[in-house]
């Protein structure tokens, strides 16, 4: 029975130890972050990445869309991410790249954007930089701040 209760404790502490340096290494900037082409970079073959640009249907999420300035909707956008917690990494005139850490583990996950003026919308992708499944939460984050930002109205400068 002693050597179940080892056993436990082992598998427990290895587990503890390996999502350590998971977060650690999320901590890294991957290549999948920015541009290309003009579009955001695919999502990788794992399926803890969600995109609007993306044709692979698990992965695919709609754009934010916007009426009106395209210039309002970016500061809108800005507000949304900072005001649920994202932090704004890298600020273009139409692309933003942001990070999000999770509460538990605390790895950083990448959310971009790119502002759509032509098509009246702001393309998104929302990727883990670690780890095969994310249960969920990129496609989760999206939709808060979806949400956030549908509910958002003109800040004052």
């Not at 340096?21 to 900037?29: A, D, E, G, H």
């Not at 999948?32 to 999502?43: A, F, I, M």
């Not at 999420?61 to 005001?83: F, I, M």
């Not at 649920?84 to 583990?105: C, D, E, I, P, W």
């Amino acid at each position: 029975m002693k050597t179940i209760g080892y056993l436990l404790v082992a598998v427990v502490v290895v587990a503890g130890i390996y999502l350590v340096l998971l977060s650690v290494q999320s901590r890294r900037i991957p290549p999948t972050v920015g541009l290309s082409g003009g579009h955001l970079r695919p999502c990788p073959a794992t399926p803890n990445c969600v995109s609007s640009q993306t044709q692979n249907e698990s992965a695919h999420v709609r754009p934010l869309e916007y009426s009106g300035s395209p210039e309002v909707a970016w500061r809108k956008l800005q507000h949304t991410v900072q005001h649920l917690g994202g932090r704004v990494v890298t600020l273009q005139k139409n692309y933003l790249h942001a990070t999000f850490v999770t509460s538990l583990f605390r790895f950083v996950d990448d959310v971009e954007f790119l502002l759509d003026e032509q098509a009246g919308v702001i393309q998104v992708k929302s990727s883990s930089r670690v780890g095969r499944s994310d249960l969920g939460t990129n496609r989760k984050r999206i939709e808060t701040i979806r949400t956030s930002y549908n509910g958002v109205t003109e800040q004052k400068e």
